[in-house]
């Protein structure tokens, strides 16, 4: 017999065995664990299902159950499930946000990639307005602004 009852004995004021399946994944000093697992699932079924399922198993179902059971009590119409759908519109709004990030990121980048080669074009133009070898002014090219002002 274990020297302290686990928090399933306890709940259910029975004296703890030395083979309890309960005691390894609910420990008295957290008996608030089972009473949720035992309100929504039920002692004896909780107990079936640790039995059956491999030692090394166990533990992830003891807290498998529980948070289900945690979150169905706090949400009894969606449970976990009502969580598991919120996470997923965060996710598909962070994607949207990324998205919309992304393009206008291209979009800039665009943009400045033009306003580059505008200016590279302003350098080439802006000599042959300078007065030739002979002093005299160049007017033969001439540089359309009226892109600048779209």
Not at 4 to 21: E, N, Q, Y
Not at 72 to 82: A, E, F, M
Not at 116 to 136: C, R, T
Request: aromatic letters at 10%; glycine letters at 6%.
């Amino acid at each position: 017999m274990n020297s302290g009852r686990c928090a399933a004995c306890k709940h259910l004021r029975r004296r703890c065995p030395s083979d309890c399946v309960f005691s390894p994944y609910f420990p008295a000093n957290n008996p608030r664990r089972f009473a949720y697992v035992h309100k929504i699932y039920g002692a004896s079924n909780v107990g079936k299902i640790l039995l059956d399922l491999p030692v090394n198993r166990r533990a992830e179902a003891a807290d498998s159950l529980y948070y289900e059971a945690y979150c169905r009590i706090k949400d009894p119409v969606y449970g976990c499930v009502g969580l598991i759908t919120i996470l997923h519109q965060q996710i598909h709004n962070a994607q949207c946000q990324l998205a919309r990030i992304q393009a206008e990121i291209g979009a800039l980048s665009t943009q400045s990639q033009s306003e580059v080669q505008q200016f590279q074009q302003v350098e080439n133009v802006g000599p042959s307005f300078l007065p030739d070898q002979n002093g005299v002014p160049n007017s033969t090219s001439f540089y359309d602004l009226s892109t600048w002002f779209d």
